[in-house]
């Protein structure tokens, strides 16, 4: 008997017809996350699709296939980490990658009886995937415990524990709530008790359900999982299960306290892996034929002197891996770093630029200027490696001139890629101390400054998508930076996922809704022309159904 199956991350979506009906009765008042679709989805036939659904269809209309491309596909970190810890502490596990494409995978798992399903939460900022989850799973065992833990969960707990909490939990419908930042602890001290007959209530850090019918933390402690005992052995799992590229990390936190973030706040101080760790790790994914890693530690080149003695690991084994990272080339000023990355593997970054003004720049406590960041970018081109740059807007200090300074800064710096997210205001970061500075207030997606609100800021956003021509416009939601080696995987080029993304821009609902019909069927044919000529590989996942493992 498998004592915990951890169910992965579940990509819901709005529908077409969903963001249609938005569009018909919003009018000008459409709230952020709905305004931010209308350049992320794409549309044609009639129909609106995210940019991977558009590129699924494309194919299998030409060639008669039902293949589902997407970015979750890639293994998930945090559902494979977790069946790893539990299984180094006695607990057998299995895993569903991805809800969303296996379905079929669960019921058989369920079908056997665990004595325990687990949901991580990592990307959800709203309960109703989860809910969707523990519904499907009571449908096919009414019996199994389930524990829901993660970000979600922290978010509703910190905002108070009340009626209001009691209600969230209540309406998710799982039967033990893990509240810490890190957690793996706490989970594996809730399946130990399940399997022994016992309820958790001397495991840290658990909402379980009192007598009264009120949901109760049995005690709130710290958790410090020492990354080195925790890491992943990759060898436990089936190659067949995790492809030739996947993710993992050899840092936990943040190095910095930018002023828009809460995430240093809520992990805690960075903690590093050792290297031998870390070259562990590769070694062992390398005999399994990974190609391709994507490193998501926060600050991947800090601190530097690591991160050389990193590069230089990677030069010296020669595992045949590229990798790809978040990376701060603000705090990477000499071009020796930059040779390190290329020749140990590195073909591509995300550059959390934030902004194209100096200014707002000091506000976030960024610790770099555009000059850096132009110099960074430079370094990169020059070397080949696929540069993704990330801007926030509306943070306080945004005005008209200092979106015109983003705007031509971009242009300028002429990343690969780009994106702009409108600026979401949360009272925990750092900025909140200072808001009367700003005359900022509101919270969430609907705040006000003295330079710009989050009307104004959305218009921005509009404005930054329409004027950028030295840059591909890359979507927010079903694809973003961590798609560019899922791409890579699949048989695509740099150049081709650059054109794919330019191709995909004047179908963007946004684009769509401004131009003509002939406009737009142009913009059809074109796109069509260019994907069914792409010469890729084979989907894991399929649009009706699941592949199984």
């Given at each position: 008997m498998k004592h915990c199956i951890v169910v992965g991350y579940h990509e819901t979506d709005m529908s077409g017809e969903e963001l249609q009906l938005a569009l018909e009765h919003g009018g000008d008042e459409l709230p952020?996350?709905?305004?931010?679709?209308?350049?992320?989805?794409?549309?044609?036939?009639?129909?609106?699709?995210?940019?991977?659904?558009?590129?699924?269809?494309?194919?299998?209309?030409?060639?008669?296939?039902?293949?589902?491309?997407?970015?979750?596909?890639?293994?998930?970190?945090?559902?494979?980490?977790?069946?790893?810890?539990?299984?180094?502490?006695?607990?057998?596990?299995?895993?569903?990658?991805?809800?969303?494409?296996?379905?079929?995978?669960?019921?058989?798992?369920?079908?056997?009886?665990?004595?325990?399903?687990?949901?991580?939460?990592?990307?959800?900022m709203m309960p109703a995937p989860v809910i969707e989850i523990v519904r499907f799973i009571r449908r096919h065992n009414a019996a199994v415990p389930i524990i829901v833990g993660g970000p979600l969960v922290d978010n509703q707990a910190r905002a108070g524990r009340d009626d209001k909490l009691n209600r969230f939990f209540d309406r998710v419908g799982a039967d033990y709530y893990v509240w810490e930042s890190q957690g793996e602890a706490a989970l594996a001290g809730v399946v130990g008790a399940i399997v022994e007959g016992n309820a958790p209530t001397e495991v840290p850090n658990v909402f379980l359900r009192s007598a009264t019918g009120e949901w109760k933390l049995t005690r709130k402690r710290?958790?410090?999982?020492?990354?080195?005992?925790?890491?992943?052995?990759?060898?436990?799992?089936?190659?067949?299960?995790?492809?030739?590229?996947?993710?993992?990390?050899?840092?936990?936190?943040?190095?910095?306290?930018?002023?828009?973030?809460?995430?240093?706040?809520?992990?805690?101080?960075?903690?590093?892996?050792?290297?031998?760790?870390?070259?562990?790790?590769?070694?062992?994914?390398?005999?399994?034929?990974?190609?391709?890693?994507?490193?998501?530690?926060?600050?991947?080149?800090?601190?530097?002197?690591?991160?050389?003695?990193?590069?230089?690991?990677?030069?010296?084994?020669?595992?045949?891996?590229?990798?790809?990272?978040?990376?701060?080339?603000?705090?990477?000023?000499?071009?020796?770093?930059?040779?390190?990355?290329?020749?140990?593997?590195?073909?591509?970054?995300?550059?959390?630029?934030?902004?194209?003004?100096?200014?707002?720049?000091l506000n976030m406590d960024k610790r770099a200027t555009t000059a850096h960041y132009q110099y960074g970018i430079e370094?990169?081109?020059?070397?080949?490696?696929?540069?993704?740059?990330?801007?926030?807007?509306?943070?306080?200090?945004?005005?008209?001139?200092?979106?015109e300074n983003t705007i031509n800064f971009i242009n300028s710096a002429g990343p690969d890629t780009f994106a702009v997210n409108h600026w979401y205001y949360m009272h925990a970061t750092p900025i909140h101390v200072r808001a009367p500075q700003y005359e900022l207030t509101g919270n969430g997606h609907t705040w006000s400054h003295r330079t710009m609100n989050s009307h104004q800021?959305?218009?921005?956003?509009?404005?930054?998508?329409?004027?950028?021509?030295?840059?591909?416009?890359?979507?927010?939601?079903?694809?973003?930076?961590?798609?560019?080696?899922?791409?890579?995987?699949?048989?695509?080029?740099?150049?081709?996922?650059?054109?794919?993304?330019?191709?995909?821009?004047?179908?963007?609902?946004?684009?769509?809704?401004?131009?003509?019909?002939?406009?737009?069927?142009?913009a059809e044919r074109r796109f069509r022309d260019f994907v069914t000529g792409l010469d890729l590989g084979p989907a894991r996942y399929r649009t009706a159904g699941s592949v199984l493992r």
């Open positions: 952020a996350p709905i305004r931010s679709m209308l350049r992320t989805k794409v549309t044609f036939g009639g129909t609106h699709y995210s940019y991977m659904d558009a590129l699924s269809e494309v194919r299998n209309a030409d060639r008669g296939t039902a293949h589902a491309y997407t970015v979750s596909e890639l293994p998930s970190l945090g559902t494979l980490y977790l069946v790893n810890y539990l299984e180094e502490r006695g607990h057998p596990a299995d895993f569903v990658n991805s809800f969303t494409f296996e379905e079929d995978q669960l019921v058989k798992l369920l079908a056997d009886n665990p004595a325990s399903v687990a949901i991580t939460t990592t990307f959800y710290p958790e410090v999982n020492d990354l080195n005992a925790c890491s992943v052995r990759w060898n436990r799992f089936d190659p067949t299960a995790l492809g030739q590229t996947l993710s993992t990390r050899t840092a936990r936190s943040c190095a910095f306290s930018c002023a828009f973030c809460d995430y240093p706040e809520r992990a805690g101080a960075l903690t590093l892996a050792d290297l031998s760790t870390v070259e562990r790790e590769l070694e062992e994914l390398a005999a399994m034929g990974v190609k391709r890693v994507a490193f998501i530690d926060d600050t991947f080149n800090v601190p530097m002197r690591r991160f050389k003695d990193l590069c230089r690991m990677l030069v010296r084994r020669d595992f045949g891996i590229e990798w790809f990272s978040y990376f701060r080339c603000g705090h990477a000023r000499e071009p020796e770093v930059y040779d390190l990355m290329y020749d140990s593997g590195c073909r591509g970054v995300l550059l959390g630029i934030e902004s194209g003004d100096d200014q707002v720049l370094q990169l081109k020059a070397r080949g490696i696929f540069t993704h740059a990330s801007f926030v807007v509306g943070f306080p200090g945004e005005s008209p001139q200092t979106v800021a959305l218009e921005a956003a509009d404005q930054i998508f329409d004027s950028v021509v030295n840059a591909a416009w890359m979507p927010v939601n079903g694809l973003d930076f961590w798609g560019v080696p899922y791409l890579l995987g699949k048989g695509m080029n740099r150049s081709e996922i650059v054109r794919f993304l330019e191709l995909a821009k004047p179908l963007t609902v946004a684009n769509v809704s401004r131009g003509t019909a002939a406009e737009a069927a142009t």
